[in-house]
């Protein structure tokens, strides 16, 4: 039996205006929806309804597309990387931070729980999960009630350091297509899921530990699938000119080279272009070269700016013709906070007076996100779409006076204003609660399995240093 969903009279809705193709504020609407997908959206709804909730002092906007995040991962270096990054090695924490300190495969369940709760606390309702792939990953996005698109990684080396200086790169026999063949056996598990709500991405690691072949069949596996790619390139300097001294080319010019970009690609974070003003090099092609493509941007600007890297610009990059969509590579996995950084960072980023407004960073974690996956039915409240949406709560103190219910959102309230949270009609976030997981009990095993990896951080340093050489203390413990 169908069950329609009503919530009526709305105060405020971030409904989608098709004739400009954009989002739009209504006011008293109301919205429907059954079997998991939008029935109405507008003012008057006049047919049936099991289910009515009151939406006076209530904004509901469509979930929020995340196309960027390492949920087995990124929870544990809270409070280990937010000071780290290696100044001799472009001030990146790839290197050698992240290779010294990880989750063991208890820990790493642990990592993704947290990471999904918060993650829907703050109004995701589809997530691209790029982890490698690990015992239970699937059964648990599953039970989180998220839209999961599972990105198992795969790549023809690993790099190391030495000395905290130099990159070197350990290339396996196969060139990676033992790890690209498990990844894709986990690609087609979860593009079969019985509950419909799963979906997979073909996923080469980054562009300076993948060979060409390795990554002309990761191209083929997802025109195959009609699925999308990503990959990790521009985004350290070490990168960059590893790219350039190998093939006397950028990173970007590369993967167009090996027709590796198009609309149903992604590069993440695609900072280090040409243009960028840390790079010196004789083009200024970069940015033609992803919007010739259609290739999108994951912008996460948070981890960037942490160890002092800024994209240059999102308005920029926008205005050149360049889907963006937004991502949270790390913690805090909090999507409002995210687009708070797009907003602010893309403005200190320009030099220059220009804003990058609200309504073009929420277009961006909604549609544009959208659009890298190939899909016209989410991150937009219009009948026919999914019923993945937020009801925001308008009583919320940090809301108030609310004038602007998203810059409210995202400039001020983040997700103490989100109450509940519905993924394919079904609610999974009540009164800010995920109903689905146990986020303190996750956050408890969280704690342990950082003491774990904290033990084994001079077991894998290069320098044999312990954790709080590597990261000391933000205060001298005394
Ligand atoms: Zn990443």
Known sequence: MTKTTLIKNADWTVAWDTTRGDHCYLRG???????????????????????IIDGRRICVMPGLVNIHSHPYSEPLSKGFSEDGGNPRMGLSGLYDFMPAYGPDEVGRLACAEVAYA??????????????????GWLDLIAKSGLRGILAPGFRSARWYTENGRE????????????????????????????????????????????TPELLRSAKNAAEERSIALQIHAAQSIVEFNEMARRHGMTPLQWLDGLGI??????????????????????????????????????????????????LEHFNCYREAGVNLGVGTDTFPHNMLEEMRMVALLGRAASRQ??????????????????????????????????????????????????????????????ERAVKDVYVDGVKV????????????????????????????????DWGKRTGRELSPLSLPLQ
């Not at 033609?288 to 942490?306: I, K, N, S, Y």
Request: aromatic letters at 6%; a negative charge.
């Open 167 to 210: 990159v070197r790169y350990e290339w396996s026999a196969d060139g990676g297509a033992g790890a690209m063949e498990r990844a894709l056996e986990l690609v087609d598990r979860a593009l079969n899921h019985p509950s419909g709500r799963l979906s997979a991405m073909i996923m080469p690691a980054q562009v300076d530990t993948c």
């Open 261 to 310: 970009l198009g609309p149903n690609s992604i590069v993440s974070h695609a900072i280090f272009l040409d243009s960028h003003s840390w790079i010196r090099w004789g083009t200024r092609k970069d940015l033609d070269v992803l919007a010739r493509t259609g290739t999108t941007v994951a912008h996460c600007p948070t981890v960037f700016v942490r160890h002092g890297m800024l």
């Open 429 to 460: 976030v009540a009164d800010g609660r995920v109903l689905s997981l146990d986020y303190e009990g996750a956050a408890e095993r969280l704690t342990a399995a950082a003491a774990k990896a904290e033990a084994a951080v001079p077991a894998l």
């Open 29 to 51: 609407a109301d919205v429907a929806f059954a079997n998991g997908k939008i029935s109405f959206v507008g003012t008057g709804y006049r047919g049936e309804a099991d289910e």
């Open 118 to 135: 918060e993650l829907l606390r703050s109004g995701v309702t589809t997530l691209v999960d790029i982890s490698s792939p690990y015992p």
């Open 353 to 414: 007076l220009e804003i990058v407004a609200t309504g073009d960073v929420f277009h961006a974690a909604t549609v544009g996100g959208a659009r890298a996956l190939g899909r016209d039915d989410i991150g937009r409240l219009v009948p026919g779409a999914k019923a993945d949406l937020v009801l925001i709560d308008l009583d919320e103190p940090a809301m108030k006076p609310v004038r602007d219910p998203l810059r409210s959102l995202i400039h001020s309230a983040a």
